[in-house]
């Protein structure tokens, strides 16, 4: 593969690599390297020779060897490298794209605007990812943090995690329902949802979430949003990785917060 991007300080490194027989198409993504060391050598452009090992919780790669150097360039950076650091935005109060329907794994019409009154955590994933890092670890996030959430004593129950897909095309809601019941999903708090390559892309668009089709799959950065049962952006996790603790915590205070803002708003109601 090509090195397009190094990040020595997390240990991983976005390659655009070859496809990797019966397993994945080549496509262009982020690895993570299981000695660092590995990557003081190497610089953007050079082509390499690297193992994949995958397990059923993590990935790695390792026995990264440099074919041939990279060339002086000076043109701009591949889009991939630059996206970092870009800035969130926050979805306007009215925006229309709040009363799209989407449809769910139940194949029921939804909209964002039908879970006003909910702590909302939200992540883009498709199931397909061959990772178990990436899209499986988003999974596995809102599975562990939805059985912590409901073992709370007297805990909260406005709240509900939203997975929506961006393979829009292969992603029915039969496809999402099998994929829910892998993670022992409670459509009570967890819906997966699909709709038009339009209204997902634009959905992805104002969370910040960068797709591009590759060879059949998809390279994505990662986002996972918690909104305040009042519609308020409280937080973005712009990572993948274990988040469950930190979603919990997070769901926590997004259904405090709502419940005395809603307790204020009845007290503060004049009688009829």
């Not at 990279?70 to 043109?75: D, G, H, I, Q, V």
């Not at 498709?126 to 178990?132: D, G, L, V, Y």
């Not at 899209?135 to 909260?156: D, H, M, V, W, Y």
Request: glycine share 6%; aromatic share 8%.
């Amino acid at each position: 593969g090509v090195v397009k991007q190094l990040k020595a300080d997390d240990g991983t490194i976005l390659l655009s690599h070859e496809a990797i027989s019966n397993y994945m198409n080549a496509m262009t993504m982020p690895f993570k390297v299981k000695e660092p060391k590995e990557l003081t050598d190497l610089r953007p452009g050079d082509q390499v020779s690297f193992r994949l090992s995958v397990t059923d919780t993590e990935s790695w790669i390792d026995q990264v060897a440099k074919i041939t150097a990279s060339t002086p360039r000076s043109a701009p950076l591949d889009p991939l490298e630059e996206r970092v650091e870009e800035r969130m935005l926050p979805i306007p109060t009215h925006h229309p794209l709040l009363d799209y329907k989407f449809t769910n794994e139940l194949g029921q019409q939804v909209s964002l605007s039908d879970f006003r009154g909910q702590a909302l955590a939200i992540t883009f994933f498709f199931t397909r990812c061959p990772i178990p890092d990436y899209c499986p670890r988003l999974s596995k996030n809102f599975q562990e943090a939805s059985t912590r959430l409901g073992l709370i004593t007297a805990g909260p129950t406005n709240w509900h995690f939203l997975s929506v897909s961006f393979d829009t095309q292969f992603d029915s809601p039969r496809v999402l329902k099998a994929y829910g019941e892998m993670y022992h999903y409670d459509p009570a708090h967890w819906s997966f949802l699909v709709g038009s390559a339009e209204s997902v892309g634009e959905l992805a668009g104002l969370s910040n979430v960068k797709v591009e089709r590759d060879a059949g799959s998809f390279n994505h950065n990662f986002r996972t949003l918690i909104i305040d049962a009042a519609g308020h952006l409280q937080m973005v996790f712009p990572t993948g990785g274990d988040l469950s603790s930190a979603i919990v915590d997070e769901i926590l205070k997004a259904a405090n917060v709502t419940n005395r803002s809603l307790e204020h708003a009845s007290r503060s109601a004049p009688s009829p």
